[in-house]
């Protein structure tokens, strides 16, 4: 901001006060009603750019973490995405599945 009001002073119409404090209010980034909420997280979603968590925090705005939480656990049973994580396949299941197909033959 201190830039562009020298740059304004010394190439524009100038007449600014380099002194002067300078303050910025910022919007909030939030869209204020329920339905401006609802289309960010669909957009948001379309994309694979937003959480479940995030999902539920930002249509509930109001809501505890305890409740966020119970939301989003419910929402990934629902849906199945609360698979535990079985950890790395064996290296010989390839192996496997090959050696089953050639005795198929």
Known sequence: MRMARRLANAFGSGGFDE???ISTV???ID???AEARAARVEML???QA???RQKVKTLHPDWDEKAVEEEVKAIQDETGA???DIGPLPTDVEQTA???TDNKE
Do not use: G
């Open 31 to 33: 869209p204020p009603d």
């Open 45 to 47: 979603n379309r994309a």
């Open 82 to 84: 609360a698979v535990p």
């Open 98 to 100: 090959t050696q089953d």
């Open 19 to 21: 002194q002067a404090e």
């Open 26 to 28: 910022w919007k909030d």
């Open 50 to 52: 937003i959480s479940t």
